[in-house]
């Protein structure tokens, strides 16, 4: 999938990873993609429902060797 900015937040525990994507999304343009990778496994409540409260939208979620992978288009 493509994206136009990145957030690396692994190792790093909740809130904290939401906290600096709500950061991050704040900077970007309506339209643009960013890709969050986290290994927090709380995550696969928490950006879903960040997703929807903010009014972004998850476009994409995967996982792979235990690291998740979240794709937020800004609203």
């Known amino acids: 999938m493509e994206f136009d900015r990145e957030l690396d937040v692994k190792n790093l525990a ?3 990873p939401i906290l600096r994507t709500k950061k991050l999304l704040a900077e ?3 339209g643009q993609v960013l890709r969050i990778q986290v290994t927090d496994a709380g995550s696969l409540k928490d950006f879903p429902v960040f997703a929807k409260q903010s009014g972004n939208e998850l476009v994409g979620q995967r996982e792979e060797n235990r690291v998740f992978e979240y794709f937020i288009k800004r609203k």
Do not use: A, F
Request: negative net charge.
């Open 14 to 16: 909740c809130p904290l």
């Open 28 to 30: 970007m343009e309506s």
